[in-house]
């Protein structure tokens, strides 16, 4: 699933959109991680498993997952349709638009799982909401509700579930008429002082991933396929 999203970033990069949206298929946003996968073996031992399910013992997948985001030119859109979970909200911070109905909620339970955080969030999470409040997302696994969320600047407006799709959709059409390249600057002169940072938070973030593996293998009802627009597409 990293590199299907990975791929799909690249293509948006390139292409005539002009703003990527990400949302989740079914009930969540994303459920997280399978670490089960960890206890599965492949024939080829655990060098094996890292080429395959991403861990960065091997190609380095989660690494270069996180970078796709940090790298991406355009407006980058979360549609946060059901409670997220893991990476999938870590990675929040990278984003530039979060909108999320009133039903989501956003949980980082690593230090629970013996894991330490990820995605960049060690950094985003403590300049946007503060570090006491992002401890407790980070090292003491609380829960916030959508409407938490949004007051702590992680997203940035909740909608009601019954209208959540044709109010969020309505307005991304709005977005997509918008000039690309004017967007595409005005988003390099807002992170071009952050992508310095987040790289060195990504290196560190590696760093620690080699000290705790069992949390990064194939993702689990990760999100669905990327929506790029162009402008007058939709």
Known sequence: MYNDIIAALEQAAKDDSVITVFTGAGDFYCSGN??????????GGVDEMAKQGGTCSGDHQLTEYVKAYIDFPKPLVAVV???AV????????????????????????????GQSAEGCSSYTFPKIMGNAKASEMLLFNKKLTAAQACELGLVSEVFPDSSFQSEVWSRLKAYAKLPPNSLALSKQLIRSMEKDRQGQTLRQDSASTNQHPSDHQSARGEFKVSRCFSRGQM
């Open 86 to 113: 893991g990476i999938s909200v870590t990675v929040l911070g990278l984003f530039d638009l979060v909108y999320a109905t009133d039903r989501a909620t956003f949980h980082t339970p690593f230090s629970q799982l």
């Open 34 to 43: 399978d670490l089960s996968n960890f206890t599965k073996i492949p024939e």
């Open 81 to 83: 349709n059901g409670p």
